[in-house]
């Protein structure tokens, strides 16, 4: 008796051995009854038609078919065939191609599956008509590169507030990295069914499902968006406190205590993003937002920039640049000044300043096709690689963006021209010398600090600073450092007197030659001051012209005090005979030799020269700028039209990389001959606002270096420079707290993958533990 054979079981994951001996994966067909007794029915006649266009085929063609499952179509005329007498059907009959016409249309969809399958790289223990069979068995499995992957995870990578506690989005389908586990074939097979079995019957995969129904008719983000607002009021209020105490430039690490305090007004605050790593990941998310909003509408725009760049030393001793742009946009009536980042520098290199700068501006939608467009300017510091005639910045700068115009800081190297200038006479600068030991001595302790504040209170401040963003070099040429120590002079040498340790600081001071420099330092500085203070105050309203006439103006007066004395100096005298300065031996000493006062003031109107246009190039190019300004023109010998100058409009126009209407620029000839009182016409009004996005100082870059020496104090040295650069972008660039709007950042923070304020899959913190009872006062009786 020949025993029962088994019968499979209906399941589309039961395994069977197919004929090629490997083990396959049977998908349920399920097929009608009439369908496979519809050819018999229809007589001999449609027999024949079904075997001329469906011959029979080999068994393993046949089973080929069968597992794509192939079906013929029913048409209507065969249903209707169906209803007649069977007896019509021996009728003669022509073969129904819009039937055949049909069934190919039907089949397409599969041969298009398969021809994708036949292009892929598959698992290694995988056939084509396996991964067919997943493929159209799980519509949401795709595979790349031999791995598999989910193209619903794929597509919403977080849950948003649906997310439970442990429930997440698997990162390994999302990102189509699951690969086959075991050593031989059979066993990697079980493991890839197991895998898609598992991820299949998910919640998390469920959740994105029911996301992505919802989303039919709206996108994944709104959804979310949708879903978290109910939940996302107690977000928001985190950032507001993370904005609010960067606004205030407090430790980020206040958080704690200011959630804590909001907790005890009743105000819901959630239970997550309370430390300051949240705070510091807040902050970078607020500041990358800004920047790319802003920079975003300037590149649509296509305003005009100039590029102003500095160099500094950050408390760790680290090399920095800081980048800023003033750009000419439509909404501002003047020029606008935007902080861009600060990037630290490998090395000090004029290639690896020119490289950080390109890709820094890069990053932000400053590509070279935009700046060969609309770079206009560039502005900098005296340094020799940024200012080098040969190899510096502004020379690389020129050789890729030709025609642009270069104007080295004034507010930078007008006060650094005085210690350069003591140095190129080969003279030493005493008064640098005291300011550094000073500096040594006093800034190393407290106890010396408040020595020092006790002596000097108005000098204490000012040795403070020096060294955190400055340095002592910097302060040497300060007014306001050598005006404190001028007003403190007696005090200071009774301090250092009476202490051996200082005693080298007391016979520097009792030199005469060290107070007669001091004056005249004093008053080189002054008259320096003043051109830098008109160019600070007027720096929003003052173009290249006007900078041109002040510097004119400072080296007339430096003229005028090689032939004269100035008014500190001619204290000098005064003032050793007073009482006030009585108790100092004043004298001469051989070591500390005067400075040779008219070799310094002619070096130093000399470097006011160079910041003059002197070379041809130069002078073409502020010759052209003149056509702008009225006030420069020969109205004597100028006649309407005006033919020389409609000449060079032309040179104008390639400087300024915009076009002046020609009608426009008679017409403003017009009517400044005329004096009438009329509006600029816009093209010429769009040329003087470029014209004034030339940037002649970096006073505004001034604000960021106070707002760096506020950043960067003792209680937050662990800042690094990309942390103190979104600190100074929200700073400068952020609007006031009362006008900022959180939920916008709340929802990009969202899209980021990044958790609310009321996630629950987050520790609750420990209370904090006293080790006495701070509340044992209050019990006493």
């Known amino acids: 008796m020949a025993a029962k054979k088994k019968e499979p079981k209906h399941n589309p994951w039961y395994p069977s051995r197919g004929e090629c001996g490997e083990w396959e994966i049977e998908a349920e067909t399920q097929e009608s009854s009439q369908e496979t007794q519809a050819p018999e029915a229809l007589g001999p006649l449609q027999n024949t038609f079904s075997e001329i266009m469906f011959p029979k085929t080999p068994k393993r063609q046949s089973d080929l078919l069968n597992f794509f499952n192939v079906k013929k179509v029913k048409t209507d005329t065969e249903n209707d065939h169906r209803n007649e007498d069977h007896y019509e059907a021996l009728e003669p009959m022509e073969p129904n191609f819009e039937s055949l016409e049909r069934l190919v249309i039907e089949e397409q969809p599969s041969c298009s599956q398969k021809e994708k ?6 698992p290694d223990c995988w056939n084509k008509k396996q991964a067919f069979l ?3 068995q799980y519509k949401w ?94 977000t928001v209020r985190v950032f507001k406190t993370v904005y609010s105490l960067i606004k205030r430039n407090r430790p980020l690490s206040d958080i704690e205590r200011a959630i804590e305090l909001q907790e005890k007004n009743g105000i819901d605050i959630g239970n997550c993003l309370r430390t300051r790593y949240s705070a510091t990941r807040i902050a970078e998310h607020i500041a990358k937002e800004i920047k790319m909003k802003i920079f975003k509408n300037i590149v649509e725009e296509n305003a005009k920039i100039c590029i102003i760049i500095d160099e500094i030393s950050t408390i760790s001793k680290k090399s920095t640049l800081v980048i800023y742009l003033q750009c000419a946009v439509q909404a501002a009536p003047a020029p606008v000044m935007l902080f861009v980042a600060l990037k630290e520098l490998v090395s000090t290199t004029t290639e690896c300043i020119f490289n950080t700068l390109l890709s820094t501006l890069d990053n ?9 467009a609309n770079l206009v300017a560039f502005c900098s510091d005296g340094a020799n690689k940024i200012l080098g005639r040969k190899s510096g910045v502004a020379t690389k700068l020129l050789e890729n963006f030709p025609k642009i115009i270069f104007w080295p800081c004034l507010n930078h190297r007008l006060q650094l021209s005085l210690d350069d200038s003591i140095s190129e006479i080969k003279q030493v600068n005493y008064f640098k010398i005291f300011l550094d030991k000073m500096y040594s001595i006093y800034h190393q302790s407290n106890k010396t600090q408040t020595e020092l504040e006790t002596v000097a209170k108005e000098l204490e401040t000012e040795i403070i600073q020096i060294g955190q963003v400055l340095g002592p070099r910097w302060a040497a040429c300060s007014l306001r450092v050598a005006t404190a120590v001028w007003h403190a002079y007696p005090t200071l040498y009774m301090h250092f007197s009476h202490s051996s340790s200082y005693s080298g600081l007391a016979k520097r001071l009792a030199n005469i030659n060290f107070l007669q420099d001091l004056a005249l330092m004093i008053d080189i500085l002054e008259e320096l001051s003043l051109l830098s203070a008109a160019l600070h105050l007027q720096s929003r309203s003052t173009n290249i012209q006007k900078a041109q006439k002040l510097i004119k103006c400072t080296i007339r007066a430096l003229e005028r005090l090689k032939t004269s004395i100035g008014k500190h100096e001619s204290q000098v005298e005064d003032l ?35 910041r003059l246009f002197s070379d041809r190039s130069d002078e073409a190019t502020f010759h052209y700028l003149d056509l702008l300004e009225p006030s420069t023109w020969p109205f004597e010998e100028l006649t309407s039209p005006w033919r020389t100058g409609e000449k060079n409009v032309h040179h104008l126009n390639e400087i300024l990389k915009h076009e002046i209407d020609l009608n426009d620029f008679r017409d403003f000839v017009d009517n400044n001959i005329e004096a009438n009182n009329v509006p600029i016409p816009v093209t010429i009004q769009k040329a003087k606002k470029i014209v004034s996005t030339i940037a002649i100082s970096t006073a505004e870059i001034e604000r960021g270096f106070r707002l760096m020496n506020i950043i960067c104090t003792r209680v937050r040295n662990s800042l690094t420079v990309n942390h103190v650069s979104d600190l100074v972008t929200i700073n400068l660039l952020g609007k006031e707290l009362a006008d900022w709007d959180a939920t916008p950042f709340v929802k990009s923070w969202l899209n980021c993958n990044h958790r609310l304020a009321t996630d629950t899959r987050v520790r609750q913190k420990s209370s904090r533990t006293f080790c006495k009872n701070p509340l044992a006062p209050w019990n006493l009786q």
């Not at 039919?216 to 968006?225: G, P, Q």
């Not at 006030?580 to 031996?585: C, Q, T």
């Not at 004298?587 to 130093?604: D, S, V």
């Open 117 to 122: 399958i036949d292009n892929l790289i598959l």
């Open 134 to 136: 997943f493929t159209e």
């Open 141 to 234: 499995l795709e595979i790349k590169e031999g791995k598999l992957g989910c193209k619903y995870c794929s597509t919403v990578r977080h849950l948003g507030v649906t997310a439970e506690k442990h429930i997440h989005v698997s990162k390994e389908w999302s990102a189509y990295l699951i690969t086959p586990n075991g050593s031989n074939k059979i066993t990697r097979q079980a493991s890839l069914r197991k895998k898609i079995r598992e991820h299949d019957v998910s919640k998390a995969h469920s959740k994105i499902q029911n996301l992505l129904k919802e989303s039919a008719n709206d996108s994944i983000s709104n959804i979310i968006h949708r879903l978290n607002n109910k939940n996302i009021d107690a």
């Open 364 to 372: 932000y939608g400053f590509n070279n096709e935009y700046l060969k």
């Open 576 to 610: 050793m005979k007073s009482d006030k300065y009585k108790d100092i031996p004043f004298g001469k000493h051989n070591t500390f030799n005067a400075l040779p006062r008219n070799m310094l003031l002619e070096n130093i109107i000399q470097h006011m020269n160079l």
